[in-house]
């Protein structure tokens, strides 16, 4: 079946994954630059505010809040531009994370609160600028464990270019695969100028 397309408001598009807003331990296990998890959290909103505008789309695909859920969703909250999320595997609206539908629905209200249209888990299909773009929290393969995970979550390969997440610091760009994660883009969003060149470039 053909994933769902969405229609994005217009602006200047960016995207961006896997910020784990609180998480102290993503600091030892992807090797990131920072003290604390609230230092880390502090400057990824910085870093994000400094090039995405109140009036851009930001696209976020998955494993956004992974410290305290009250405290975490304040740094998502503070970021700027009209804001879509794919979940992640990690996120308390993930299907694959396991988690009930009356959970699902509960940390929904409180994405959408933070300013967050969620997207479809199984992912979906967008336009930027012309060029069709599927998105999806994970590569169309590869992991950053010994095995892929996830497979039923997976993004059927429909021959799109692909904005996603999830395997941190494994790769940045792989075939049509772009990895987004702020891990390998250091901790700023990817801009639409870089995701055009990199589709068109295919």
């Not at 807003?21 to 604390?36: K, M």
């Not at 069709?132 to 039923?152: N, W």
Request: proline share 6%; glycine share 8%; with cysteine.
């Amino acid at each position: 079946m053909p994933l769902p397309h969405i229609l994005l408001p217009a602006g200047r598009v960016w995207a961006g994954s896997d910020h784990h807003f609180l998480h102290a331990r993503i600091i030892e296990l992807s090797n990131r630059p920072f003290a604390t998890a609230e230092e880390m959290s502090e400057e990824i909103v910085r870093r994000h505010n400094a090039v995405v505008g109140v009036n851009d789309v930001f696209i976020q695909t998955g494993d956004l809040c992974l410290g305290p859920f009250d405290q975490s969703i304040e740094y998502a909250a503070r970021l700027n531009g009209i804001k879509f999320m794919v979940p992640g595997n990690h996120d308390r609206t993930s299907e694959a994370g396991r988690n009930k539908p009356a959970y699902i629905e509960k940390f929904r209200r409180r994405y959408e609160d933070a300013g967050f249209t969620l997207l479809p888990e199984l992912g979906c299909t967008i336009d930027i600028d012309g060029v069709r773009f599927a998105v999806s929290h994970y590569p169309y393969d590869g992991d950053h464990t010994e095995q892929d995970r996830h497979t039923f979550f997976r993004p059927a390969d429909e021959g799109h270019p692909l904005i996603h997440g999830h395997i941190h610091g494994q790769r940045r760009i792989s075939g049509r695969m772009f990895n987004v994660g702020v891990d390998v883009n250091d901790f700023t969003p990817v801009s639409q100028e870089e995701l055009l060149a990199f589709a068109r470039a295919l």
